[in-house]
């Protein structure tokens, strides 16, 4: 099949690190990303592992672990405005581009 | 660039009218997704187009879905009879090679509300 799973909640504090996780179905799989959607708006893209390993950009970073069929998304000295939600996503077959269910990520004062 | 422009931004219509969404692309990508979201199902992909081909409609949920790209820089989704159950977000997303990018490019979303 084609499906991702992921936690429905995290809460963290201002100024903490937190870590979403995601782990897929193997089938088809070409790689992990990863969106943000805030309440009422519509989802950004924030990164993409292609190949294992971790890929920073700015207080973000994504990992990826093919062997272990796993990713996350680490959200370093966080703020209020990172209060959202994250999606992980894959573009089975390089085309068929399935999300996974989301986590809702608040972070508290 | 003006990015992806969906529209009407909000609809709300009776059951058994039909209702359809539009969608531009950004111009240059090649591949289009509808996708529809709600708390209980979260963002579910529909359909989407390569250069503006079908290539997987099984996430559409019944007959009464239909999607087409009539070419590379429109797209409809139409609702015929709709239901209260369709009531949703309908987000058109774009993309250029989204399987070496992961990234696609999405709209701002249609809110359908069927009374």
């Known amino acids: 099949g084609q499906s991702l799973e992921q936690p429905s909640e995290v809460t963290a504090v201002e100024g903490a690190i937190v870590q979403i996780n995601c782990t897929y179905q193997?089938?088809?799989?070409?790689?992990l990303s990863w969106y943000q959607q805030h309440d009422g708006g519509a989802p950004t893209f924030l990164s993409y592992?292609?190949?294992?390993g971790l890929e920073e950009t700015g207080r973000f970073s994504s990992f990826l672990s093919r062997s272990d069929s796993y990713g996350y998304l680490l959200l370093q000295e966080l703020q209020m405005k990172d209060s959202a939600s994250y999606f992980c996503?894959?573009?089975?077959?390089?085309?068929?581009?399935?999300f996974g269910p989301g986590t809702r990520l608040s972070v508290l004062p | 660039d003006a990015g992806v422009i969906q529209s009407p931004r909000h609809e709300v219509t009776e059951m058994g009218q039909e209702v359809t969404l539009r969608c531009k692309p950004i111009?240059?990508?090649?591949?289009l997704f509808w996708y529809r979201q709600t708390m209980m199902r979260g963002l579910e992909l529909l359909i989407y187009?390569?250069?503006?081909?079908?290539?997987?409609d099984s996430g559409m949920p019944e007959d009464r879905f239909s999607a087409k790209m009539p070419n590379a820089s429109f797209s409809t989704l139409k609702i015929q009879p709709s239901e209260p159950r369709d009531s949703a977000v309908y987000f058109c997303?774009?993309?250029?090679?989204?399987?070496?990018?992961?990234?696609?490019?999405f709209g701002e979303g249609s809110r359908l509300t069927v009374l």
């Open positions: 997303a774009s993309s250029l090679q989204a399987g070496n990018t992961g990234e696609l490019f």
């Open positions: 193997t089938s088809g799989f070409y790689g």
């Open positions: 592992n292609a190949l294992d």
């Open positions: 996503a894959a573009p089975f077959g390089g085309q068929n581009f399935v």
């Open positions: 111009s240059g990508h090649n591949s």
């Open positions: 187009f390569n250069n503006n081909v079908p290539i997987d």
